[in-house]
C-alpha cells in the first residue's frame, strides 16, 4: 500500500564507493524527484522526471546520476562518494509537473560516508 | 531565482496558545505555496495549499502578495502539532524549473502541555 518507497533505508559506507538509491511509487504519477536533506535539516531539490525525461537538474555534482527506467522508477546513482555526500536523501512524485500539485515523499534514505 | 525565508528555526508555545509560524518569499511571477509537515517518524506530507484555500488541522495560512509572506496560523495549539514545518514555492515559470518545489530552513514547532 504504500505509495512512494525508497530503498534502502540506511546506508553507510566509505568514501570513494559507488553506491544506488531505488524509489518505486505506485500512485501512477508522472513526474518524480530527488531532495537531498543535509544535516540542518534543509531540503533541496536535485532532479526532477516527468515521463522519463529529466526536466530539473540543479547544481549537483555529476557524480550524482539519476535514471529513471519506466514512470513509476526513479534511481539515484552516486560515483565516488565523498564524506559531504552525507544526507537524507528523499524521493517524491507528483500527479505532473504542474505547481499546484501535491508531492508525496517517501520515507528517505539516510547515507552516511565514512 | 525563488527563495523562502522561515526566520524562525524553533517556536514553543503552551498548548491552547495561539502558534503563527511566518514564511517569507521572493519571487518575479505568481507563486504556488505549500505548508508541509513532518511529525516524528513520519514521512513529508503536505498540510495545505494557498490555491485550495482551506482549513487544515485547524491551520490556516493566506498569502499576502504585498507582504510576500505566507503565514501559517493557528488559534489554540494541540501537543499533537509538535512537528517540523516547511513553507515551499512551486514555480510557475515555464521551462526547466517548472514545478521546482523551493523549501525554507523548517521551523521546528514544540508545543508544551
Known amino acids: 500500500d504504500t505509495a512512494v518507497s525508497q530503498t534502502p533505508k540506511y546506508l553507510v559506507t566509505q568514501m570513494g564507493n559507488d553506491k544506488s538509491i531505488k524509489c518505486e511509487q505506485n500512485?501512477?504519477?508522472?513526474?518524480m524527484y530527488w531532495y537531498k536533506q543535509d544535516s540542518k535539516k534543509f531540503l533541496k531539490i536535485m532532479f526532477s522526471?516527468?515521463?522519463?525525461?529529466?526536466?530539473i537538474n540543479e547544481t549537483v555534482p555529476n557524480r550524482f546520476s539519476p535514471k529513471s527506467p519506466d514512470k513509476a522508477h526513479l534511481n539515484l546513482h552516486i560515483n565516488s562518494l565523498e564524506l559531504g555526500d552525507s544526507a537524507v536523501y528523499f524521493c517524491?512524485?507528483?500527479?505532473?509537473?504542474?505547481?499546484?500539485?501535491?508531492?508525496?515523499f517517501g520515507p528517505g534514505t539516510r547515507l552516511t560516508v565514512l | 531565482a525563488q527563495r523562502v525565508t522561515q526566520p524562525e528555526k524553533l517556536l514553543s508555545v503552551f498548548k491552547g496558545a495561539p502558534v503563527e509560524l511566518k514564511c517569507n518569499y521572493s519571487?518575479?511571477?505568481?507563486?504556488?505555496l505549500f505548508w508541509y509537515v513532518q511529525y516524528s517518524r513520519q514521512r513529508l506530507q503536505l498540510l495545505l495549499r494557498?490555491?485550495s484555500r482551506e482549513s487544515i488541522k485547524g491551520f490556516t495560512a493566506d498569502l499576502n502578495k504585498g507582504e510576500t509572506s505566507f503565514h501559517l496560523k493557528k488559534p489554540f495549539a494541540q501537543e499533537e502539532d509538535s512537528a517540523m514545518y516547511y513553507c515551499?514555492?512551486?514555480?510557475?515559470?515555464?521551462?526547466?524549473?517548472?514545478?521546482?518545489?523551493?523549501f525554507g530552513q523548517g521551523t521546528i514547532l514544540t508545543v508544551h502541555p
Open positions: 500512485l501512477g504519477h508522472d513526474t
Open positions: 515551499a514555492l512551486a514555480s510557475n515559470a515555464g521551462g526547466t524549473s517548472y514545478g521546482k518545489l523551493t
Open positions: 517524491a512524485s507528483s500527479q505532473s509537473l504542474a505547481a499546484y500539485n501535491e508531492q508525496f
Open positions: 519571487y518575479s511571477g505568481s507563486p504556488e
Open positions: 522526471y516527468n515521463n522519463k525525461e529529466l526536466i
Open positions: 494557498h490555491i
